[in-house]
């Protein structure tokens, strides 16, 4: 990515255009159970057909967006979700309604991944993907208090998910190109945090199945045992993300005030219980209490989660690899919702999200602890062997402004390379600490005996 970051807007737009068939996922499988003859469990697979294709493009861009540079990538994400979900939009058979899914599915992943690389070059890439969260989740909500009202069986969802593709094409003339021929900067290299990321990845995958394990069988548990209308449940939907947004932008407000730790932590307790009360709901009240409060909560630890993912590496390599584990979470949760809840009910449906829901707070919550990106608090930052620096600079009268002030970000730390043969000619005895030096009493940051 360009070393000065650009303007979010764009990225907020390409964003909004991937992650919003996630979003409709509910109404899609839904629809087609009902408009194509398909059984729930071959409904869930046509959704998790989708997104898995979704998740095979970012994983086969993770890395690459820097080498092709954001514009081309986004302009053919977007193209494939025009061309794939407008061709299921048009169709009327199965097996071209699954094509037609599957090549937008790519071209979501595809504008995805190059969201998530954007997102990690941000100075706040918190706050920015709290806003593609809030984009998205208004979007939705839009259309599921549109989508109901319409006919057109499964052609109206696939339909506006290609609009908003074919809408957001212009601001991808603001995102930036390919690297400059002979640029000198390096595309490859190792992942840092490597332990770190694969637990982030492996838990928002395991995290985010759960989520949509329930997700995508929400609409079903409103129509066949809360006995609710698809009219009711689309509003039902529609506050849920109206909720969804008031939480993103709770979450942007809040910010790093309490490290990542405590919201993914806490917010997957309030899921967890969310899970449990919307799957054995008998009414409206109680599913749209579940419906809601689980809205509400689940795009606030999200936006955590992917700030957490790119403040692990500035490229975004983790953002795009730790967003496709969760899409291959998010692929998989219609299958796995649509198999419990044909074989043990929707209520032990729930029972069981909700404990795994609970064991997967427990890694990620400690990567949020242990990495870098978080506040910094006594213990967050330390010598070699030593005391806290932000616990010293507290104990021992340290100049004001010799520290960040507590509860700051972590500054982060650039590398300077020295030529091989400078390196060799100076030793250990050139340099010294920083202090006054000589007889005037001027004070220099170093003193290199070897060049005076």
């Known amino acids: 990515m360009s070393p000065r970051p650009r303007a ?5 737009a390409v964003f909004t255009a991937g992650y919003l068939a996630a979003y409709l996922l509910p109404t899609i499988v839904g629809r087609l159970s009902t408009h194509l003859g398909l059984s729930a469990a071959q409904a869930g697979l046509v959704g998790s057909a989708l997104l898995l294709s979704s998740a095979t493009a970012g994983f086969t861009l993770a890395g690459r967006v820097e080498r092709y540079g954001s514009r081309r990538p986004a302009r053919a994400g977007l193209a494939l979700a025009v061309v794939g979900y407008g061709c299921a939009a048009l169709a009327g058979s199965v097996p071209l309604v699954v094509m037609g899914a599957v090549i ?3 071209g979501s992943g595809t504008a995805t991944a190059v969201a998530a690389a954007g997102i990690a070059a941000q100075r706040d890439p918190h706050r920015t993907s709290s806003l593609g969260l809030l984009s998205v989740s208004a979007t939705a909500g839009a259309l599921y208090l549109t989508i109901p009202h319409l006919g057109g069986g499964h052609r109206v969802p696939f339909a506006s998910i290609a609009l908003v593709a074919l809408l957001v094409w212009p601001a991808t003339a603001r995102l930036g190109g390919s690297a400059p021929t002979g640029s000198t900067a390096p595309v490859g290299g190792r992942l840092p945090h490597r332990r770190s990321g694969l637990v982030l990845a492996g838990g928002m995958l395991v995290w985010s199945m759960a989520q949509n394990a329930l997700w995508g069988v929400s609409s079903r548990i ?3 045992q ?3 209308s698809e009219v009711t449940i689309g509003a039902v939907f529609a506050a849920a993300l109206g909720a969804g947004l008031l939480g993103v932008m709770g979450a942007g407000v809040l910010g790093a005030r309490l490290g990542r730790a405590v919201p993914i932590g806490l917010g997957t307790v309030v899921i967890a219980g969310s899970i449990v009360l919307s799957s054995s709901a008998a009414g409206l009240g109680s599913f749209a209490t579940g ?3 689980w809205n509400t909560v689940y795009p606030v630890v999200l936006s955590y989660l992917i700030g957490l993912a790119a403040s692990l590496d500035v490229r975004g390599r983790w953002a795009v690899l730790a967003g496709s584990a969760s899409s291959v979470g998010v692929a998989c949760g219609p299958v796995l919702g649509s198999v419990l809840s044909e074989t043990a009910g929707y209520p032990v449906m729930g029972l069981i999200l909700g404990a795994v829901t609970l064991v997967v707070a ?4 400690a990567v949020a602890l242990h990495t870098g990106g978080r506040p910094l608090v006594p213990g967050s ?10 616990l010293l600079a507290a104990t021992t009268g340290t100049l004001s402004g010799a520290v960040p002030r507590m509860g700051a970000p972590e500054q982060a730390v650039t590398e300077i390379s020295m030529p091989a043969l400078r390196r060799r000619r100076l030793g250990r005895n050139a340099f010294r600490t920083a202090g006054p030096s000589g007889a005037d ?3 220099n940051a170093y003193a290199s005996t070897s060049d005076r």
Do not use: D, Y
């Open 441 to 443: 009493g001027q004070s």
């Open 226 to 228: 809360a006995g609710l």
């Open 104 to 106: 937008g599915g790519l």
């Open 362 to 365: 427990a890694p990620v919550t």
């Open 291 to 293: 419906e809601i409060t």
């Open 222 to 224: 409103g129509v066949s």
């Open 8 to 12: 979010a807007w764009p990225l907020v």
């Open 381 to 390: 930052v330390r010598r070699r062997g030593g005391a806290p620096a932000a």
